[in-house]
């Protein structure tokens, strides 16, 4: 379960640039929830979503996932407990490294890391098989350098690796916004089949309405900084791209 | 045919002085390939590595000891540069350049503010010396500094293969990719640079043997050097080395053949003085190449789709 308690966040305090992008926002997502998150540009969606995994710290406020308060840990630490996927394909990936080894790297998440070998033989089947999963090729070409595939196939190999080790949150950002319609159809299915496959607490940012529609069991919009609709179940379902576009205009 | 005379009988000082700073070159790629960031401490840790090597034999250490305390020297020297980018927030060019600059003052305070301290090969057993590079025996520099390479490739090769060595790379190719994954990259960073200047500062305390000599200024340029290496390296066998362990080996190749182009040019009546600006005027063609033909490319591509 994912507490975030009134946590505010304001940039550049103090001068001309000053933006309060967190406004006291509140949340609490149930274990297993898939939240479908949407609202206009410079909402706080994703200042929300960095504010979970700890690229910046909060002003105030605190976050708390399966009882543990995640406020103080610096981002490195806060991995342990997260599965993450960016908008930027280029952001998720290590480009010079191997994608068997990129992995490697994300199989270890949270895990100290000394003198063993960085991937164990049996690592490279394992591997070999969750590749095949995405039908994309990849598993024919474990020791290529990431760099050299494109943004959609750095996109689900990021979202295979954020997965590798359970996570207790999955956050994904926009992850399919810098794809091309057919490639993000992709990613997203393969999304959405990674997470009912694991039953994962998810988080995910789109400006895509039927998306936000069509997936996950839960949807919020952020606004000011703050939770401004919150929908679920039946009532989710039940929901149409026109009333989202209607509840949009009416904020 | 006596110019040819010459510089053969230079051949094996050559060699042995690209093996010596091969080690540093090596160095250099952990922090400007590896890292992706231009350290430029070593141009003081290098002297450093020096002068603690040879005023610690000068006081009877065992010289390999001497070269083990060395190594210290330049770790320290990183990790100071370490802290002052991950804790002072000082960007990196700038951070070397600081600890770069301290170092010249602690360099005179270890050679008892001499700028040059000697250590005679009669006097001392030293590891490596310039006098015997001729010789057929055991004692040619060029033996231990070959299987001195050779050990310290495969325990970095070993190293970077290992989860905290692949940390390491995470950090340089991607800090969002490697803090996602839960590798504290301020830790790694301080940590690649320890261990480049640690090679840096063995460097030093080899050449200074070699030479029979340390000097306050042995390091000036040695950042320039060093990219020299990776990039002679790179340019003439990248095609070829793909692995890890044979990228060292090309840096170290790069090294020896800067040094035998460099005995070529002197004995053909090269004034010594201009070998600085020739070597930075090298390495600011290499790093150019890269760029200039990524805008050739660029154009070609253009031309082509107005053709069409």
């Known amino acids: 379960m994912l507490q975030v308690n009134s946590i505010y966040k304001t940039f550049n305090p103090g001068t001309v640039n000053e933006r309060v992008a967190l406004d006291g926002l509140d949340l609490t997502l149930n274990d297993g929830d898939f939240v479908t998150v949407i609202g206009g540009n410079g909402a706080g969606k994703s200042t929300l979503l960095n504010a979970i995994a700890g690229t910046f710290p909060v002003d105030s406020g605190s976050i708390i996932l399966d009882g543990t308060d995640l406020t103080g840990l610096p981002e490195h630490k806060r991995a342990k407990y997260l599965g993450r996927v960016f908008q930027d394909p280029m952001m998720g990936t290590a480009p010079t490294m191997q994608i068997v080894e990129n992995m490697a790297l994300a199989a270890r998440r949270g895990d100290k890391r000394g003198l063993k070998w960085g991937i164990t033989k049996e690592e490279h089947e394992k591997y070999h098989e969750m590749l095949k999963i995405l039908d994309l090729g990849l598993e024919e070409r474990m020791t290529a350098k990431v760099g050299l595939l494109s943004g959609g196939q750095r996109q689900a190999l990021t979202l295979l690796m954020a997965t590798l080790k359970k996570p207790q949150l999955l956050l994904l950002d926009e992850h399919t916004a810098a794809l091309d319609p057919k490639t993000a159809a992709k990613v997203l299915e393969i999304s959405d089949m990674v997470v009912k496959k694991n039953s994962l607490t998810t988080m995910m940012i789109t400006h895509n309405m039927k998306d936000a529609i069509n997936f996950g069991n839960r949807l919020i919009m952020v606004e000011g900084g703050k939770v401004v609709m919150d929908v679920s179940g039946e009532e989710k379902q039940k929901l149409t791209v026109a009333e989202l576009i209607e509840a949009f205009s009416n904020i | ?308």
Do not use: H
Request: glycine share 10%; aromatic share 8%.
């Open chain 2, 1 to 308: 045919m006596n110019v040819l005379g010459a510089l053969f009988s230079a051949l094996p000082g050559a060699v042995a002085q690209g093996l010596v700073w091969g080690i540093m070159a090596i160095g250099v790629y952990v922090t400007f390939r590896i890292l992706d960031i231009a350290d430029l401490t070593v141009d003081g840790s290098l002297a450093t590595g020096g002068a603690t090597c040879v005023m610690l034999i000068r006081l009877g250490l065992n010289p390999w000891l001497a070269l083990l305390c060395a190594v210290a020297s330049g770790v320290i020297a990183g990790l100071v540069t370490g802290l002052f980018i991950t804790k002072c927030g000082i960007p990196p060019i700038l951070a070397g350049i600081l600890t770069q600059l301290s170092l010249y003052s602690i360099n005179l305070r270890i050679m008892e503010s001499k700028s040059n301290q000697a250590v005679s090969v009669d006097k001392y057993s030293l590891l490596a010396s310039q006098r015997y590079v001729r010789d057929f025996s055991i004692l040619n520099p060029l033996v231990l500094l070959t299987v001195l390479l050779l050990i310290l490739m495969i325990l970095l090769y070993m190293f970077f293969g290992t989860e905290l060595g692949s940390a390491v790379r995470a950090t340089g190719t991607n800090q969002n990719m490697a803090r996602a994954q839960g590798i504290n990259t301020k830790f790694n960073t301080v940590l690649g640079l320890m261990l480049s200047n640690g090679l840096v500062a063995m460097s030093g305390a080899l050449l200074a043997q070699y030479q029979g000599s340390a000097d306050v200024n042995m390091g000036r340029g040695a950042i320039v050097i060093g990219l020299a290496a990776v990039i002679i390296g790179e340019v003439l066998f990248g095609k070829i080395f793909r692995n890890f362990f044979l990228k060292m080996l090309a840096v170290v190749l790069g090294a020896v053949i800067y040094y035998i182009v460099l005995q070529i040019v002197l004995q053909m009546g090269l004034n010594t003085n201009d070998l600085k600006m020739l070597t930075a005027i090298l390495v600011a063609v290499f790093l150019s190449i890269p760029y200039w033909k990524g805008m050739l490319d660029a154009k070609k591509a253009g031309a082509k789709k107005e053709g069409k």
